[in-house]
């Protein structure tokens, strides 16, 4: 299948906070946002750090010689929302120091923004997104209810192995809006959004906004879909639902001749908006 005959997409990259797909999270925000627009694809991976994410993403983008011959979906926005696991302190598999965690970033993103990558998409806005605080104690508390139930190992070793900080995170989320300023790229600041949402940064405060301390309720994803529409409104106007042609036509004009030839104009229309 051709791109012709595809519609564009947004590709949401990150961890297990991308993941999750149940509603009010982000992926069913955009998903909604971006309906017969844009398809919203999910590459959001459980436990993973920015380390991990490099190989799978030279995996899951289409080549860009590919790309030129008509093959995959051309990606219009990209985020980017890493840092939570890195974030994790050491012993924690997962912890990545907080300057590789940049410089993976940095990688990450030349992937698609580079000339020299095979992967160049230059059309891809790419948005990255800061961690979200973090409420240690709440986290902690169900890590080690879930190792004595589960039985894997002691509640302090895999409180040890999962275990985050506030101020730590606090760091990462510094360093994920550095490389945004340093690739000139918009950084979404999920971490102040929420304490700024939450009226403070006490777990009182912020307990609402989070289902254990690290991953989000409906309450906490508003806030990034708020903070992500206000992005586009601002900066991408041009990719706001209002002002995109739909990729597949309302019914409602479908009575109004050929079905064939309406879809067909109006894929021509959708496709021809991208260069308006």
Known sequence: MSSTDLLDACVLVGDSITQTTQNDTLYQHLSEYFERRLD??????????????????????????????????????????????????????????????????????????????????????????????????????????????????????????????????AGYAKACLEVGQEAGLDAINVHAGIIEAAGGDSPAKLLPYFSDGIHMTGKGYDVVFTLFKELIERKYPKLTPANMVMGIIDFSLLGKGDIEALIAENQEKYHAQWTA
């Open 40 to 169: 919203v694809v999910n590459r959001g991976h459980g436990g993973f750090n920015t380390e991990w994410t490099i190989p799978v993403l030279k995996r899951a983008l289409t080549p860009k010689v590919k790309a030129d011959q008509g093959h995959g979906q051309k990606i219009r926005v990209m985020t980017l929302w890493l840092g939570t696991n890195d974030a994790a302190l050491p012993p924690a598999a997962t912890h990545v120091p907080v300057d590789q965690y940049k410089a993976n970033l940095h990688e990450i993103i030349s992937l698609v923004k580079s000339p020299d990558s095979p992967y160049y998409s230059p059309e891809t806005k790419i948005i990255l997104l800061t961690p979200p605080p973090v409420i240690a104690e709440v986290w902690r508390k169900g890590v080690a209810d879930w190792a004595i139930l589960s039985g894997l190992m002691s509640p302090e070793e895999m409180v040890a192995e999962r275990d985050h900080d506030p101020k730590v995170m």
